[in-house]
């Protein structure tokens, strides 16, 4: 080989070497040695859905532990049961707890009678003592109620005529009974009473008029909180369906008053359902007092107190 030759030749490996050498050099700055691969998330098999994260369309949420919490308003749902205020109805209201069951559950709290509270503003029962409901159905907006023999129990036709009012009275306040028929320790009932009232067929609301004062508030009703505007409910029968309402503090201040008008009125019972306007400014006892104003003099008729308690 000549000298040109050999010299070419050592060139060649040494650009080689040079090449091996650089491919095998890091890149400034990088670490040395194998490459780790770059961190991910960690995958799991727990359900991906947190407390409170709304579900996709077709996908089941999984329960999340919750420790129990204490009964709250959102378990509990207010009833009407109808008692006695002198010779007229008068509508109560009761906190139950919710439940499929509740026209059972209004019936319960309607045979335990009105409270001491209640009974101090003169309510009262019809119903003898000792009732009890023994089963209750509902089926093509007729309810069956079945109560214990001492229903047909003492009293004169007023009296029977009073405790079927309350009865039918509790129940009609559903929208699923228009009517109520009744049986007694499970056998139909045709008459009650010595004077015999009629209860061969459903009974509803009506027939019962008498019963009734001219203006029938049932809500809000007596010793209800009242902390803002207030809804007002019930039946009238006034002249020109035009009845007042008033509202009074514990020192006699007048808080609200204003005219309310029924559907109907002047011999015929109409409905009232509004809210009225009032901002609560102190705290305490205060009097929802409905009247008519006398045709003749202007003076206050057919009055009806409800005792209320005033919030901020």
Known sequence: MSKRSAGMTILVVGLVLAG????????????????????????????????????????????????????????????????????????????????PQIGTAALEELLTGPTAE??????????????????????????TVDLSGQFAEEGGSLSMMARVAQVV???????????????????PVEALGGEGLM??????????????????????????????????????????????????????????EQPVMATSGSGTRGSFDVTLDLAVQRAGPGTLTVYEASARDGSPVNVVDIPVMLER
């Open 118 to 143: 209640e009974q101090s503003i003169g309510f009262s029962s019809a119903i003898p003592p000792g009732t009890r409901l023994r089963e209750l159905s509902i089926e093509n907006g007729v309810a």
């Open 20 to 99: 091996l050498l650089s491919a095998c050099r890091s890149p400034a700055g990088a670490p040395t040695g194998t490459a780790s691969p770059a961190a991910s998330p960690t995958t799991t098999t727990e359900p991906t859905s947190q407390p409170g994260a709304i579900p996709t369309v077709g996908s089941t949420p999984t329960p999340a532990a919750v420790s129990p919490t204490p009964t709250t308003g959102a378990q509990q749902t207010d009833v009407s049961v109808y008692f006695l205020r002198g010779e007229h109805l008068a509508a109560a209201r009761r906190a139950i707890p919710r439940t």
């Open 199 to 256: 209860l061969d067929r459903p009974v509803g609301r009506d027939g019962f008029e008498e019963l009734l004062p001219a203006i029938f508030v049932e809500s809000p009703a007596p010793f209800a909180v009242i902390s803002g505007p207030i809804h007002l409910q019930g039946t009238a029968n006034t002249f020109e369906a035009t009845f007042m309402v008033r509202l009074t503090d514990a020192s006699g201040a007048v808080l609200l």
């Open 169 to 187: 009275f509790t129940l009609t306040q559903f929208p699923s009974v228009q009517g109520v028929q009744f049986r007694l320790d499970g056998q």
